[in-house]
């Protein structure tokens, strides 16, 4: 299935701009008409991935985040946000609620919430070469006319 | 200022606002543990009225702070939470650790 709009946008991996990164993708998919709830989910969704990028893949030094949106014709937003950084050598275990490879102040639970505030999430990754989190949500509330 | 401290022996309240992430947590819990270890407070009260945003951040914010609390004794309490705000707090059960009040509701 094609795209019917995308973007592209990429970023140094700045905690600054973990909030740019999620308000410009919420500015994009704001034109499906999404409740206040699903923009909430998607804004938040995308900042877990993309802190994840700057605290583990890059762990404070510098590099890109690719982040691609795109928006299909039954109104599924997906958003792919890939890194060059570390990878993730064990998934499941990264994915699992309360693991964290840095206890001092992370919960543990970006890709909790990231499966829980989306339909859908696959994270591909190889050690040395980064990471890939696919996200997909249904925005339900506006029918296409 | 994402966040103001207001504070005497019994009761610390944090006034955070605006968007809590990884990016803005470090400086809020940086100046909230210096007013807590000086004054080591009976309560500390994280007022969220003004946040518009949070993520997992936050989560490891609060439950950091609640460890403190707990280790000098005191009690943490949480109010202003707005439904979204909610949401990633109940995914990490922090409604089972400390009191929460959610925006709207009598104090």
């Given at each position: 299935m094609k795209a019917v709009n995308e973007m592209k946008l990429t970023i140094e991996s700045r905690s600054v701009n973990e909030s740019f990164a999620r308000v410009a993708v919420s500015a994009f998919v704001a034109g499906l008409d999404p409740t206040v709830e699903e923009l909430s989910d998607i804004k938040t969704a995308v900042s877990e991935a993309v802190t994840n990028c700057i605290v583990h893949a890059y762990q404070n030094t510098m590099g890109r985040i690719y982040i691609w949106v795109g928006i299909f014709e039954d109104s599924t937003v997906k958003i792919r946000i890939r890194d060059?950084?570390?990878?993730?050598?064990n998934i499941e275990q990264a994915m699992t609620p309360l693991f964290t490879s840095q206890p001092q102040e992370r919960a543990g639970l970006g890709f909790a919430v990231m499966q829980s505030f989306c339909d859908k999430i696959s994270v591909r990754s190889t050690a040395g070469k980064g990471t890939t989190v696919t996200l997909m949500k249904k925005i339900e509330s506006r029918q296409r006319c | 200022m994402p966040v103001r401290i207001e504070a005497d022996k019994n009761l610390t309240t944090a006034y955070l606002s605006g968007e809590i992430d990884h990016h803005s947590c470090v400086f809020i819990r940086d100046e909230i543990d210096a007013t807590i270890n000086r004054l080591a407070p009976l309560e500390l009260c994280l007022d969220f009225?003004?946040?518009?945003f949070m993520d997992s951040s936050g989560i490891g914010l609060v439950m950091g702070r609640y460890k403190l609390m707990h280790s000098l004794g005191g009690r943490l309490r949480v109010r202003g939470v707005s439904p979204s705000t909610m949401k990633v707090m109940k995914l990490a059960g922090l409604d089972l650790l400390a009191k929460i009040d959610c925006k709207g509701e009598k104090r």
């Open positions: 060059r950084g570390c990878g993730i050598a | 009225m003004h946040v518009s």
